[in-house]
């Protein structure tokens, strides 16, 4: 049986959510990466630090854009 492991480097930014499985500690940490505050991560190898913290920032560019989209009424019928 072969191990099946994908290397965060190789997972570009725009699919970086469709491979993230939410656990209670891990949003968590991707709150308090995404707060004002500094945070420093600590952990082994391999253990996810990379991949919370390329979470984070796609969360917060999704987040970005979101507030930057401008919600325009329908347009009536002009006369």
Known sequence: MSDFKIRTETIKSSKILDYFVETNEDR???????SNSPVVLVGSRGVGKSFLLKVAEAELKRDIKKQNTIHRPPCETHR
């Open 28 to 34: 968590e940490i991707i709150n308090k990466l995404k």
